[in-house]
């Protein structure tokens, strides 16, 4: 059996608005396994990113993380601060959205990318010789020069490179990329994932790719978590996805996807997106379900086995005839 290394129990989390808590993340329920790539995917605000931040603890301290969070067995939420520092980097690497908001604009590449080795105790020499091989592993040759260089003066594209390379610097078991290639434009997205895919075969590395692109999480990814409104609703093997969907929520998805060389008719999914404080104490997607019944409004489904996937739904069961015929429309 393939061993877990990070382990999300009814993760959650809370945060200070207007005087009260209110959730951003409601349930995320996954493992990743050692060497495993998986892919989280949602619309913008169904708490991607949050539930991001909670596995690094990169929350404020009036901030109230709920659930468990275990990487390699030890409880992240129980680490105390010089843990945390540890846990950040040495063994957990993140790679952000926009290269340019997490960067120094003052100091230069070098510096980012030399910060986490120096801290660390690496000699400045070989820390040095370490930046240049990585920056020549994600596809940056003149390092020297590259290293000199201030943000302001790379392509985003470059800038990215140097991200991934500074989040690999200090050898992590787990590279959690956060919506890599939102800030790129297409060709650079699909070399910037290249990389990534690379560094994480070369490795040995476990994955989690942030995105709101299907497809892009179905072509880097082992499984694939669909997330809304701060819930993960289905898990599934990325191969089997598209054709095999099983949560209402999912299969609503990938019918109101456009298709090259498809003469169906888009669908839309009824009502609006809601961010997780707005729902209630049922299943998240309840408002917007074409099979939601009282029961789906009053109490939170569990995930459970479902065909090889992993599904949140009360009426699994009994719609798996309806489900097949949207499918059917793909």
């Known amino acids: 059996m393939t061993e877990t290394l990070l382990e999300l129990q009814h993760t959650g989390l809370d945060i200070p608005v207007g005087g009260r808590l209110l959730p951003v993340v409601h349930d995320v329920t996954l493992t990743i396994a050692r060497g495993e790539s998986v892919g989280l995917v949602g619309e913008s605000g169904s708490g991607k990113s ?3 931040r909670t596995i690094m ?5 009036d901030w109230r993380p709920r659930g468990a969070v275990r990487f390699a067995g030890e409880d992240v939420l129980a680490m105390g601060s010089r843990r945390l520092r540890q846990l950040r980097g040495a063994e957990i690497g993140m790679i952000y959205q926009d290269p340019r908001a997490h960067t120094n604009p003052v100091r230069t590449n070098g510096d980012s990318l030399l910060e986490g080795m120096l801290a660390a105790g690496v000699p400045r020499q070989e820390a040095t010789e370490r930046a240049l091989g990585l920056l020549a592993s994600v596809g940056i040759p003149d390092g020297v020069r590259r290293m000199a ?17 500074a989040a690999m610097s200090m050898q992590p078991q ?7 290639t939102t800030a ?3 060709t650079t997205q699909e ?3 290249a ?18 692109d299907l497809d892009l999480a179905a072509a880097v990814t082992d499984r694939i978590a669909v997330m809304y409104a701060g819930a993960v609703l289905e898990v599934a093997p990325s191969r089997s996805l598209h054709r095999e969907a099983r949560h209402p ?7 109101s996807r456009p298709a090259l060389g498809s003469r169906r008719r888009i669908q839309t999914i009824p009502g609006r997106p809601v961010s997780a404080f707005e729902v209630g104490e049922g299943c998240v997607f309840a408002a917007r379900c074409p099979f939601a019944v009282d029961h789906c409004r009053t109490e939170r489904p569990e995930l459970r086995e479902v065909d090889g996937h992993q599904v949140a739904c009360h009426r699994i069961d009994e719609i798996g005839d309806e489900i097949d015929a949207l499918r059917g429309e793909l």
């Open 195 to 212: 990389i990534i895919g690379e560094q994480r075969t070369e490795r040995g590395l476990s994955l989690l790719v942030i995105t709101h």
């Open 174 to 180: 787990l590279l959690i990329a956060d919506e890599p």
């Open 57 to 61: 603890r990169l929350t404020r301290h």
């Open 249 to 255: 929520y999912t299969v609503a998805l990938m019918t």
């Open 149 to 165: 260089q201030y943000p302001h003066q790379l392509s985003g594209g470059l800038l990215q490179r140097i991200m991934i390379a």
């Open 184 to 186: 790129l434009d297409v």
């Open 191 to 193: 070399e910037v994932m």
């Open 50 to 52: 949050m539930t991001a």
